[in-house]
C-alpha cells in the first residue's frame, strides 16, 4: 500500500499543537484545521488536471482544474474537524458521511450513519478520520465505499499506528494512506502512543 507521510516543520508543528495536553477543544480543532490543509494539498499533489481556457483581464490563457474532484468522507465525530477545510481546498468537491463509534471495550467498529452516492465508479474518494488506532473504522469505512464501487480512495489521516496501517495493507483493498505521524503502537486499550488521546473527545466533548 501507498504510505505518504507528510513530513513538514509547519506540519509537525500544528501537530504538536495537537498532542499537547494542555491544548483546549478551540486548539485542538484549530491546529486539526490547517494540518488537514496540508494533508489535503499532498494527497492532491499528483491528481490529474484538465485544461480550461479563460480569459484574464489582459488576454485569453489555457489554466487547469482538478479533472475528477474526489468525494470527501468525514468519519463522525472526530472526521468532522477536517472537512470544512478539505472542502475549502477542494470547493467542487461532494461530500459523504459515515459514522462510527468504537466499543470502548472491545475497540469493534459500532457504524450508526451512512450516507453515501450509490454509485462511486471513477470518483476518487478521500476518507477523513485524524485516527488509525487498530484500523477496524476505516476498513469498515472502506468496505462500504468498495461496495459502491469505488476503486481509488486515500485514507487522509493525523496520526496511524503501526497496527492500523498493517491492517490496510493486509485488507488489500484499492486504497492509499496519507498522515503526518506513524507513531509507536497502540496501548493495552487500542489508544495510539504517544498519539494525542481521543480524537473526538479533544474536539468535542465526551460522548
Ligand atoms: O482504528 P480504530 O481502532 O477503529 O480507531 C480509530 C477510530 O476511533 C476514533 O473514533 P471514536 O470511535 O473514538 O469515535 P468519535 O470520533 O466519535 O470520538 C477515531 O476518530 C477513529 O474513527
Ligand atoms: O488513540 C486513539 C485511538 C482511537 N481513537 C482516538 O481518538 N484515539
Ligand atoms: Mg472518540
Request: a negative charge; charged letters at 20%; aromatic letters at 0%.
Given at each position: 500500500m501507498d504510505c505518504l507521510i507528510v513530513d513538514h516543520p509547519l506540519a509537525?508543528?500544528?501537530l504538536t499543537t495537537m498532542r499537547d495536553e494542555k491544548t483546549g477543544n478551540a486548539g485542538f480543532r484549530a491546529a486539526l484545521s490547517d494540518l488537514t490543509q496540508m494533508l489535503i494539498y499532498e494527497a492532491l499533489a499528483d491528481a490529474p488536471s484538465v485544461e480550461v481556457t479563460i480569459n484574464t483581464p489582459m488576454r485569453a490563457h489555457t489554466g487547469s482544474r482538478l479533472a475528477t474532484p474526489p468525494l470527501l468522507v468525514p468519519v463522525l465525530r472526530a472526521g468532522l474537524g477536517m472537512v470544512e477545510q478539505a472542502h475549502a481546498m477542494v470547493p467542487e468537491a461532494h461530500v459523504g458521511f459515515v459514522g462510527i463509534a468504537r466499543d470502548e471495550e472491545t475497540a469493534q467498529p459500532v457504524p450508526y450513519l451512512e450516507s453515501?452516492?450509490?454509485?462511486?465508479s471513477?470518483?476518487?474518494v478521500f476518507v477523513l478520520d485524524p485516527m488509525l488506532a487498530?484500523?477496524?473504522?476505516?476498513?469498515?469505512?472502506?468496505?462500504?465505499?468498495?461496495a459502491r464501487n469505488a476503486t481509488d480512495?486515500?485514507?487522509v489521516c493525523v496520526v496511524a499506528a503501526p497496527?492500523?496501517?498493517a491492517a490496510l495493507e493486509k485488507s488489500g483493498h484499492p486504497c492509499?494512506?496519507?498522515v503526518a505521524a506513524v507513531d509507536e503502537g497502540l496501548d493495552e486499550v487500542n489508544y495510539i502512543v504517544p498519539g494525542l488521546g481521543d480524537a473526538g473527545d479533544r474536539q468535542f466533548g465526551p460522548r
Open positions: 509537525a508543528a500544528r453515501l452516492p450509490e454509485d462511486l471513477g470518483l476518487p487498530t484500523g477496524g473504522s476505516m476498513l469498515h469505512t472502506i468496505e462500504l465505499l468498495v480512495i486515500t485514507a497496527e492500523g496501517v492509499r494512506l496519507v
